[in-house]
C-alpha cells in the first residue's frame, strides 16, 4: 500500500514521462526537487514492489498496464436505463487499439460536414492508418486534384471516385491526380 506522497510521486512520474523510459534518478530527482537521488531509489524500490514500475535491462518502465481507460465488461443500453455491472473487465489504451505508436499511424482534425451521415463531425480526431491503397468502402484521407479530403473510397467497373457522407457534397472523380494517403481506422470526439 502507498502512502500518499508515494501516490503523489508516482502521478507526477507518470504524467512527466508516461510510457518512455524513465531517466536516471540524478534527473528525477533534479526535475522533481529533490536534494539527494536516493530518495528516488527508495520511491522507485517501493514502486517496484507495487508493480507500479518495471525494470529491463537495467531501464526503468512504467508498468504499460497502468495506461488507457477502464473498459467496463458490461454494455450501457443507449434506449431505456439498465443497472450497470460494478466491476472494470480491464484497461484499454487506445495506443494499442489503434496501433497508435505505430510509426505509419496518423491523426488529423475533421474540417467540414461532408461525413456526417457516417458520424464523423467537424472536430473529431480520425486516426489513420498510411496505406497506399484502399478498398471499396474504405474511408480515406485522399489527394485529389490539388488536395486532400476525407471521403469513403468507391470503385466500379475500374472507375474510381471519393464519396461524401452527405447529400449537400457531391461525388469527386479526379480529373488528373488521385493518391490516398491512408485508411481511416477509428474516431476520437472529445465531448
Known amino acids: 500500500m502507498l502512502t500518499e506522497k508515494q501516490k503523489i510521486f508516482f502521478e507526477k512520474l507518470k504524467e512527466s514521462y508516461g510510457k518512455e523510459v524513465l531517466p536516471s534518478f540524478e534527473v528525477i530527482s533534479k526535475n522533481f526537487g529533490f536534494k539527494h537521488k536516493n530518495s528516488v531509489w ?3 524500490n517501493k514502486l517496484k514492489e ?15 498496464e497502468l495506461f488507457g481507460a477502464v473498459l467496463f465488461s458490461s454494455a450501457v443500453k443507449a434506449g431505456f436505463a439498465s443497472v ?15 496501433e497508435i505508436n505505430n510509426p505509419s499511424t496518423f491523426l488529423f482534425t475533421v474540417s467540414g460536414d461532408s461525413m456526417i ?3 464523423i463531425y467537424e472536430g473529431d480526431k480520425v486516426i489513420v492508418r498510411k496505406t497506399n491503397t484502399a478498398k471499396n468502402g474504405d474511408i480515406v484521407i485522399a489527394f485529389i486534384d490539388g488536395g486532400y479530403t ?3 473510397y468507391r470503385c466500379k467497373n475500374s472507375k474510381v471516385w471519393l464519396e461524401p457522407a452527405n447529400k449537400n457534397y457531391p461525388n ?13 481506422q477509428g474516431i476520437v470526439r472529445k465531448l
Not at 469527386?172 to 481511416?184: C, D, K, Q, S
Open 84 to 98: 450497470a455491472d460494478d466491476y472494470a473487465e480491464k484497461r484499454v489504451s487506445l495506443d494499442e487499439s489503434f
Open 50 to 64: 507495487e508493480n507500479l514500475i518495471e525494470e529491463r535491462n537495467g531501464r526503468f518502465f512504467i508498468n504499460k
Open 172 to 184: 469527386l472523380y479526379p480529373e488528373t491526380e488521385l493518391i490516398i494517403f491512408g485508411v481511416a
Open 150 to 152: 476525407l471521403k469513403t
Open 117 to 119: 451521415d457516417l458520424g
Open 42 to 44: 527508495q520511491y522507485f
